[in-house]
C-alpha cells in the first residue's frame, strides 16, 4: 500500500506559518485553481498551469527590475500635485511586489494640516487589515504617546516609509525601501509639517541618511530637505520597540518633551 503522501493540517498549518500567512483573508476559502483564466491556460503557458498551484496564486505580471522600478517610482511620485493624487496614483503602482502580498494600502492617518508629522517603517498585520497606519499594539502606545504632549490623532500626520505590509511582518529589503522612498518623501513634501519625527532606526536611516544607530540618533535635532524647504527633524524610538524594551520609554518623552517645546515656537 502507497502511504499518504498529502501533507496533514497541521503540517500545512506550519507551511502557512513560516510562509508569513499570519491571518485570513476572507470568511470563505477561494480556489485559485478555479480562476477560468487557470482552467483555460494552454499547455504553453507554465505559469497558469492546472497543477501548479505557487505559479497560479502568483499570477500577477512579475514587477520590474528594481533599477526600472525606482525611476519609475520617482517619476511617478514627483507629478503628484496632492495627497489625493499620490495615494492614487500608489494605489495603481505596480512596482512594488510587496503590494501583491498585501491586504491593501496603508496611506495615511491624522491631519494633513499638522504641523507635526511621524513616520514609521512600515505595516503590520492590524494595519493590513483596517488600512490605516499604528492601530495595532504600537499604534495604541503611540496615541499615549503624542497624548502626553498634548497632541492626538486630529493634530498629527501618520504615514510609513513602506505603504503595504511585508509578508509575516519580516523587515522590508533594500530594494524595496528605494522603490517605496520616492512616494513618502513626495508625502513629507505635500503635508510641509514644521515638525518630523521618524519613528526607529530604518526611518530614520531611510529619510534622514543617517548610517548611525537609533541610540545615537535619537533625541538631537537634524535636518529633512525637501528641495525647496528645510524642516526640523527629530528621531526616536519606535513604539514596538518600546513595547519590547520599556526601560527606554524615558529616553522617549526626552525626546517627545524636545518636539512639544518646538511645536510651541
Keep these: 500500500m502507497i502511504p499518504d503522501s498529502r501533507p496533514t493540517a497541521r503540517q500545512l498549518l506550519a507551511f502557512y506559518l513560516e510562509a508569513g500567512v499570519d491571518c485570513a483573508l476572507s470568511d470563505e476559502p477561494l480556489d485559485r485553481l478555479a480562476d477560468p483564466d487557470i482552467a483555460q491556460a494552454p499547455p ?139 512616494f513618502i518623501q513626495r508625502q513629507i513634501e505635500l503635508v510641509d509639517p514644521d515638525v518630523l519625527v521618524t519613528l526607529g532606526n530604518p526611518s530614520t536611516q531611510a529619510l534622514l541618511s543617517t548610517r548611525e544607530g537609533i541610540m545615537r540618533s535619537r533625541g538631537k535635532w537634524l535636518e529633512y530637505h525637501t528641495g525647496t524647504r528645510t524642516i526640523r527633524a527629530m528621531a526616536t524610538f519606535h513604539p514596538a520597540y518600546l513595547l519590547r524594551s520599556p526601560s527606554y520609554k524615558r529616553m522617549s518623552w526626552q525626546d517627545l518633551r524636545a518636539i512639544a517645546k518646538a511645536l510651541a515656537r
Excluded at 81 to 94: I, M, Y
Design 44 to 182: 504553453s503557458a507554465p505559469a497558469k498551469a492546472v497543477g501548479a498551484p505557487a505559479a497560479a496564486f502568483f499570477q500577477a505580471e512579475a514587477p520590474p527590475a528594481p533599477d526600472a522600478a525606482i525611476a519609475s517610482a520617482r517619476e511617478t511620485a514627483r507629478t503628484a500635485p496632492t495627497l489625493e493624487a499620490l495615494r492614487a496614483l500608489l494605489e495603481n503602482f505596480d512596482g512594488c511586489a510587496l503590494k501583491n502580498t498585501a491586504t491593501r494600502l496603508v496611506f495615511a492617518d491624522g491631519n494633513p494640516q499638522a504641523r507635526v508629522m511621524f513616520v514609521g517603517e512600515a505595516p503590520g498585520r492590524d494595519e493590513d487589515i483596517e488600512g490605516l497606519p499604528f492601530v495595532g499594539r504600537s499604534g495604541k502606545l503611540l496615541d499615549r504617546m503624542i497624548a502626553a504632549i498634548g497632541l492626538d490623532r486630529t493634530k498629527v500626520y501618520i504615514a510609513n516609509v513602506i505603504p503595504w505590509r511585508p509578508p509575516g511582518n519580516r523587515t522590508p529589503t533594500p530594494q524595496e525601501t528605494q522603490i517605496c522612498l520616492p
